[in-house]
């Protein structure tokens, strides 16, 4: 079917234009990702990489980036600082009443928004580049076991040009991003992420044959094909609330008297809670590798939260997601909101009253299900490091949960987007 999609999709002259448009943006995307920062040793970083196969201090990173930020390109730091500062103004929507405002003044507001997030990014990537410049100027901290000199002339103009480089190469990506999401297909940010994943796929899979065998790489594939599974079943899972409107005389005609329903998905908050709990637990890491301190504390943090197979990284990353799953359905979805909204259109739940025990009805259906969609998510994010983790293959191979709910989801949102854009072609052919 979703072959079939994609068939039609290029028969089709202006869906055709969009899908062509969006690879153009992804070539260029993977093209500044391999282009090194001035005053880099590109010989030293490829020497480091062939030695170090994996950092596990900033693996997400890293994965978002495709391999970009170990090699320290242009485009290092990827879409990383957009998406912390796009989570970041959407809990301060709910703590800070101007945003708020913001927020309910639709698409002005929203655009007032998107800016505040635009300059928020530029700043956290001053801060990022910043940051693992500073690691890269010492031997063996940014890749741990190579003593490789990444950086040989450390003058202030070099480091200063650096960071503007890797600033504006996050300026780039997100300037790629919104351009895709307007003249392309889907979602850019989505995109990009999905291509920097899928970029780095066949390295891991070539890592996984060639230290543990063909053995391996058949569980591999096992545990990701049911995953997978398991995941698109999940995603597509939702519940929905029936709501009638009532009829009503407007002059001489009548209005209303349909149904429809309230879409409640199971796991309404996506990849946000895994991303935020990944970038949490990476904190403690990073700070303990910028103080470089040899105290008992720094030693406990880089072994208990460097590795995806240990129980206490594993017991606080599941806790992490379960509850930034709540939290984050809470402040995206209001009960009471959509009481009221349904209220003032003449609409009612069957068998359940308007107003405030709608709101609570449609509360206690969100709790249900957010209960179930944060154990999956959960769940999901952590197998595959135990799974992985039996096989032997947890630090060679990076495509876990978090990589795997995000291409799984982008790729479904795709083909909807991609069905979307074709329907209402076929629509405005019957028209005619």
Request: proline share 4%; hydrophobic share 45%; aromatic share 12%.
């Amino acid at each position: 079917m979703n072959l079939s999609v994609f068939i039609n999709a290029f028969k089709t002259p202006d869906v055709r234009n969009k899908l062509m448009f969006t690879l153009g943006m992804v070539v260029l995307y993977r093209l500044g990702a391999s282009t090194p920062t001035p005053g880099v040793d590109f010989t030293a970083v490829n020497k480091c990489l062939a030695v170090v196969k994996s950092s596990s201090l900033l693996t997400i990173v890293n994965l978002f980036s495709g391999g970009a930020l170990l090699k320290l390109s242009v485009f290092a730091l990827g879409i990383m600082p957009y998406i912390t500062a796009s989570i970041i103004l959407q809990l301060l929507t709910v703590v800070i009443p101007r945003l708020e405002r913001l927020k309910d003044e639709g698409q002005a507001g929203q655009q007032k928004i998107t800016q505040y997030t635009r300059y928020l990014t530029i700043a956290l990537a001053v801060l990022q580049s910043t940051g693992i410049i500073a690691l890269a100027r010492t031997p063996g901290r940014l890749l741990t076991g190579c003593n490789y000199q990444l950086i040989p002339n450390q003058s202030v103009y070099t480091i200063l040009t650096m960071i503007i480089c890797m600033t504006a190469g996050t300026a780039v990506v997100m300037w790629l991003g919104e351009m895709i999401t307007e003249r392309g297909v889907g979602n850019g940010m989505s995109i990009l992420i999905f291509t920097s994943i899928i970029s780095a796929l066949p390295g891991q899979f070539a890592s996984v044959v060639t230290l543990h065998g063909w053995f391996a790489f058949t569980g591999v594939c096992v545990v990701g094909i049911l995953l997978i599974i398991a995941v698109v079943f999940v995603e597509q899972a939702q519940r929905r609330i029936p709501v009638q409107y009532a009829k009503r005389m407007v002059g001489r005609k009548m209005y209303g008297g349909t149904s429809t329903y309230i879409p409640l998905k199971v796991n309404m908050a996506g990849v946000i809670p895994v991303i935020f709990a990944s970038s949490l637990l990476y904190i403690p890491v990073l700070v303990a590798q910028l103080s470089g301190s040899t105290a008992g504390w720094a030693t406990w943090v880089q072994t208990t939260f460097s590795r995806g197979d240990n129980w206490s990284y594993l017991t606080a990353y599941f806790l992490l997601i379960v509850f930034f799953s709540f939290f984050y359905a809470e402040i995206t979805f209001d009960p009471y909101q959509v009481a009221e909204n349904t209220k003032k259109y003449g609409g009612f739940i069957p068998g359940i009253r308007p107003g405030k025990p709608t709101a609570e009805y449609l509360n206690y259906v969100l709790t249900r299900l957010e209960g179930a969609g944060s154990l999956y998510l959960a769940t999901i994010a952590t197998l595959p490091f135990i799974g992985f983790g039996a096989l032997g293959v947890t630090q060679q191979f990076i495509f876990g949960g978090t990589s795997l709910l995000i291409v799984v989801g982008v790729g479904l949102d795709t083909v909807k987007q991609i069905e979307s854009q074709l329907q209402q072609r076929s629509y405005e052919g019957f028209l005619r």
